[in-house]
């Protein structure tokens, strides 16, 4: 008698992680679909940073701008 209500225990507790592992797996299926949240944080580092290459490149054009001017001016001269 013991044995049998052992057997049915055990049968019970692979029956259930079965499950577990059909129900973990299609979370996973689920979860990989999806797009992965972006924090707030995240998103204004982001666009803080595409702000100063946007500056940078501005400033770099002026620099380029100025050094043509100089370097005009300079030949010029001599």
Do not use: D, H, T
Not at 8 to 19: K, L, Y
Not at 41 to 65: D, G, I, N, T, W
């Amino acid at each position: 008698m013991f044995y049998m209500i052992l057997i049915v225990i055990a049968i019970i507790v692979a029956i259930g992680w079965i499950a577990y592992g059909i129900w973990s797996y299609r979370v996973y299926r689920e979860e990989k679909n999806k797009p992965r949240p972006k924090s707030e944080r995240l998103v204004q580092s982001r666009k803080s940073f595409e702000e100063y290459m946007e500056r940078m490149k501005e400033f770099e054009e002026k620099r380029a701008l100025e050094r043509k001017g100089k370097e005009n001016k300079n030949v010029k001269g001599e």
